[in-house]
């Protein structure tokens, strides 16, 4: 069994109560403000804000603030920039005019036609 010395002993009780040198760098990255994390940006299109946009490894997570931006909730974008163009995309898209097939006139239905239908349902 190694006999330690009081030197390495006081060493070992020192490197328990030591905080972490990582820590402390990390904190020390964290203050200087070309390493800073970027702070979550709002995404607005016109006077509608559209959701924001948090930063996290690989890119930024969008999260929707209204309805017309929930397929895009919980997407990780590369960019903010991505996340906004994404966004407006869609904003368009809803604001766009429906092409349904939609006829141009009604047809008038004959009463008798209708009738003859009503009987035939109650076996009239």
Not at 35 to 56: D, F, K, L, N, Q
Not at 88 to 106: I, N, S
Not at 115 to 122: F, I, P, S, V
Request: no cysteine.
């Amino acid at each position: 069994m190694p006999h330690l010395h009081q030197d390495d002993a006081h060493r070992a009780l020192n490197r328990l109560h030591t905080p972490d040198a990582r820590a402390d760098h990390l904190q020390a990255r964290a203050r200087n403000r070309l390493h800073a994390t970027p702070p979550p940006r709002v995404i607005e299109i016109g006077e509608v804000t559209a959701g924001i946009a948090v930063p996290e490894r690989g890119g930024v997570r969008f999260f929707s603030s209204e309805r017309d931006f929930d397929p895009l909730d919980g997407l990780v974008f590369r960019s903010v920039e991505q996340a906004a163009k994404a966004a407006r995309d869609r904003f368009a898209a809803r604001r766009a005019p429906r092409r349904h097939a939609v006829p141009t006139r009604l047809d008038l239905v004959r009463p008798e036609a209708d009738l003859h239908l009503h009987r035939t349902a109650y076996g009239r």
